[in-house]
């Protein structure tokens, strides 16, 4: 697909949402903005599937190549500042795609670090004092500060839920604030093996499966574990593409508003690029298919 039909289907896309979230004007007073609210997160869901993660990237690329399509793009400042505001929308439009586009009773979960610097320098790090914390990411054996992100996926891979969290809060204590609306089989990995937490999610209508430790002993079925571990590469797979293509592990922004905000709008620039693909009849994880050279 050619880069301009990218971004038309993406803004058709954006507009269609909006409007099902967005039922009443969002300003009463002042002047309305010259670019509107669904040219503005298209310009971002299309800017951070094409690698640019800052604001001030997007802003030039589309200021430098697509003026004639957004010829009021205006401003670094003002663009930088709408994108902020629209925040609480993003997160609407990302939680209305989720419900309407990915329906499913299988169900993945699993955490990922996010550092907020690098090890050594943490002492000395400013930001996110109250709030990061040191952790230790067993997948590259290393020690690190700053948050964990937890991540909900259906068997598609579909992200449905998604937090952050300091990076030593135990994940079996955040995976139910973003479990809440979800319901049949819940896979995952060792990190969430608890009796209780399983007892739980058992009066909740979901029956989480993960694989036991080595003294735990196991009844089931060997092609069951088998395909178990099999189905959790989904998760494994976006918590790739969110790291590689969205740099959702690199924080750049200096308060905890701001990197929601970017992180929202990472989410929810995966999910529509994933329901774009679905809708093209590629396979919606291999978004490198989605734009020819």
């Known amino acids: 697909m050619p880069i301009d039909e990218f971004i038309i289907n993406t803004y058709l896309m954006v507009e269609q949402y909006y409007k099902k979230v967005v039922t009443e004007p969002l300003r009463t007073a002042g002047y309305a903005p010259k670019l509107s609210d669904p040219e503005i997160i298209c310009m971002e869901v299309v800017g951070e599937f094409l690698n640019m993660d800052q604001d001030k990237q997007i802003w030039q690329y589309f200021k430098q190549h697509w003026q004639a399509w957004f010829p009021a793009i205006g401003s670094y400042s003002n663009f930088a500042k709408h994108c902020a505001n629209l925040w609480q929308v993003k997160?609407?439009?990302?939680?209305?795609?989720?419900?309407?586009?990915?329906k499913d009773n299988i169900h993945l979960i699993d955490g990922f670090p996010i550092p907020v610097c690098h090890y050594g320098r943490a002492y000395r790090h400013k930001n996110y004092q109250e709030i990061a914390t040191f952790s230790y990411c067993a997948a590259k054996q290393e020690k690190y500060y700053g948050f964990e992100g937890h991540l909900l996926v259906n068997l598609s891979g579909m992200i449905k839920g998604f937090t952050i969290a300091p990076a030593n809060i135990d994940e079996r204590a955040v995976a139910p604030d973003i479990t809440s609306n979800i319901h049949g089989l819940l896979g995952a990995d060792k990190g969430y093996v608890s009796p209780s937490l399983a007892q739980y999610y058992q009066s909740q209508g979901i029956d989480l499966q993960t694989p036991l430790r080595r003294n735990m002993t196991d009844d089931r079925p060997k092609p069951v574990l088998k395909r178990l571990m099999r189905v959790r590469r989904t998760v494994e797979t976006v918590i790739g593409q969110l790291a590689e293509r969205f740099n959702i592990q690199k924080v750049r922004a200096k308060d905890l508003w701001h990197l929601s905000h970017r992180l929202i709008r990472k989410i929810l620039s995966h999910n529509?690029?994933?329901?774009?693909?679905?809708?093209?009849?590629?396979?919606?994880l291999q978004f490198e298919l989605l734009i020819s050279s």
């Not at 529509?272 to 919606?284: I, R």
């Open 272 to 284: 529509l690029c994933f329901v774009l693909n679905k809708q093209l009849g590629n396979p919606p």
């Open 91 to 102: 997160q609407r439009i990302q939680d209305k795609v989720s419900l309407l586009e990915g």
